[in-house]
Antibody, heavy 120, light 107 residues
Framework: QVTLKESGPALVKPTQTLTLTCTFS??????????VSWIRQPPGKALEWLAR???????FYSPSLKTRLTISRDTSKNQVVLTMTNMDPVDTATYYC????????????WGQGTLVTVSS | DIQMTQSPSSLSASIGDRVTITCQAS??????LNWYQHKPGTAPRLLIF???NLETGVPSRFSGSGSGTDFTFTISSLQPEDIATYYC?????????FGQGTKLEIK
């Protein structure tokens, strides 16, 4: 059974760094062709893809956020970590981690999401 | 980045109606297009992958078609549990982008 769950602070202050952890089970991120992404959704707005890490540790970022994002993995703990620097109120959103489908396209398994509010 | 233009942004329909949502890509994405259903407080659910393939467990009233830049998502007979926001998403190249969403309501 595949599951993913996001964890991290619910509230961060402007300029702070956000660290989110995605803990998953039911698959291994060191097995081809597993890929895990982070996606966010500001309140009332659309989904936005942020970053991706692959089975071979390749990493990819949204060009608009590339300078602020770092994605990493701990295969022994079955975790993917996303850090986002210099947080701003516009970064207030529900943050999701999701697994890319093994065959074909699409995010087939998602975490429940974690709401992060940026406010002083 | 490839832009995904989804329409309409909202839609009101009656139970049993046929519902159609369109998504247009700013450049050719072949058939690299997925559709999701999103209900408040839950994670998005993959319904259709690679333009027309039904994800496991998804009812057959959902379907998708298209190629290149123009895509269509259809619910053949709207059910009460279909009330949600629907998103298209391309993966022709990175970054993946989503449409702006179509909020579906019952008339």
């Amino acid at each position: 059974q595949v599951t993913l769950k996001e964890s991290g602070p619910a509230l961060v202050k402007p300029t702070q760094t956000l660290t989110l952890t995605c803990t998953f089970s039911g698959f291994s991120l060191s097995t081809y062709p597993i890929r895990v992404s982070w996606i966010r959704q500001p309140p009332g707005k659309a989904l936005e893809w942020l970053a991706r890490i692959d089975w071979n540790d390749d990493k990819f970022y949204s060009p608009s956020l590339k300078t602020r994002l770092t994605i990493s993995r701990d295969t022994s703990k079955n975790q993917v970590v996303l850090t986002m620097t210099n947080m701003d109120p516009v970064d207030t959103a529900t943050y999701y981690c999701a697994r890319w489908r093994v065959a074909g396209g699409g995010f087939d398994y998602w975490g429940q999401g974690t709401l992060v509010t940026v406010s002083s | 980045d490839i832009q995904m233009t989804q329409s309409p942004s909202s839609l009101s329909a009656s139970i049993g109606d046929r519902v159609t949502i369109t998504c247009q890509a700013s450049q050719d994405i072949r058939e690299y297009l997925n559709w999701y259903q999103h209900k408040p407080g839950t994670a998005p659910r993959l319904l259709i992958f690679d333009t027309s393939n039904l994800e496991t467990g998804v009812p057959s009233r959902f379907s998708g078609s298209g190629s290149g830049t123009d895509f269509t998502f259809t619910i053949s007979s709207l059910q009460p549990e279909d009330i949600a926001t629907y998103y298209c998403q391309h993966y022709g190249n990175l970054p993946y982008t989503f449409g702006q969403g179509t909020k579906l309501e019952i008339k």
